[in-house]
C-alpha cells in the first residue's frame, strides 16, 4: 500500500492496490526529456502500487496530438484496466499548440468516458520549458506519477461503486 498524498489536491494514496492490475502507460515524444520524466514518474509510481513490470505496457506516440487514438485502438483489444496518457505541450508563437493541447485533453476524457476505462491525466500544458521541468520531477512533484495514482485509484472506485452490468440478466 502506497503512503498517503501529502500536496494538496493529489491521488489518496492510501486506496492503491495495483496487484493483478494490466496498465497501459501511453506517452509523447514530443518534448521528449519532459515526458520521460514523467514516464518515469508514472511507472515508478505503478510498480510501487503493486501493479507488475509484466503488466505494464509503454506505447510512444509522435507527440499530444496522436494520444487519444492511441488509448481508443489499445482500448479496442479489452486488456486494459487503467491508461496512463502522458505528454508535454508548451506554449509556442502561435496558436497551434492550443489546438493541440485542447484536442488531446479533449481525445482523452472522450476515450475515458466512452469506454468506461479510467485515463490518468498526465498532460502537461505550460507557457515554457522550465514550468514543465518543474512538474516532471521537479519543484511541482511529478504530473506522471499524480496521473498513474489517480488512474489505480479511479479503478478502485468504478469496481467499489459501479459495479459492471450483466448483460445476460
Ligand atoms: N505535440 C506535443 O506533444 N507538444 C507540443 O507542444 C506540440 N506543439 O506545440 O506543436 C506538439 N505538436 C505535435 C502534435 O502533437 C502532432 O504530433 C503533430 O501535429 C503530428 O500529428
Not at 518534448?31 to 513490470?53: H, I, P, Q, W
Not at 509484466?54 to 487514438?69: M, Q, S, T, Y
Not at 481508443?72 to 492550443?98: F, K, P, W
Request: aromatic share 4%; hydrophobic share 40%; with cysteine.
Amino acid at each position: 500500500m502506497a503512503e498517503a498524498g501529502k500536496r494538496k489536491g493529489m491521488a489518496d494514496h492510501r486506496v492503491l492496490d495495483g496487484a493483478g492490475l494490466r496498465v497501459a502507460i501511453v506517452v509523447s515524444r514530443f518534448n521528449e526529456e519532459v515526458t520521460a520524466r514523467l514516464r518515469d514518474g508514472a511507472r515508478e509510481a505503478l510498480l510501487r502500487s503493486g501493479v507488475k513490470e509484466k503488466d505494464i505496457v509503454e506505447v510512444w506516440v509522435p507527440g499530444a496530438w496522436e494520444i487519444p487514438l492511441t488509448c481508443q485502438m489499445l482500448n479496442e483489444s479489452d486488456e486494459y484496466d487503467a491508461m496512463v496518457a502522458l505528454g508535454c505541450v508548451i506554449r509556442g508563437e502561435t496558436s497551434h499548440h492550443l489546438y493541440v493541447a485542447g484536442e488531446a485533453a479533449r481525445g482523452i476524457a472522450d476515450e475515458s468516458m466512452g469506454s468506461g476505462v479510467p485515463i490518468g491525466f498526465g498532460l502537461l500544458t505550460t507557457d515554457t520549458y522550465e514550468q514543465a521541468m518543474e512538474r516532471a520531477g521537479g519543484s511541482h512533484g511529478n504530473k506522471g506519477e499524480d496521473a498513474a495514482l489517480a488512474a489505480l485509484e479511479m479503478v478502485g472506485v468504478l469496481r467499489s461503486y459501479c459495479p459492471p452490468i450483466d448483460s445476460n440478466s
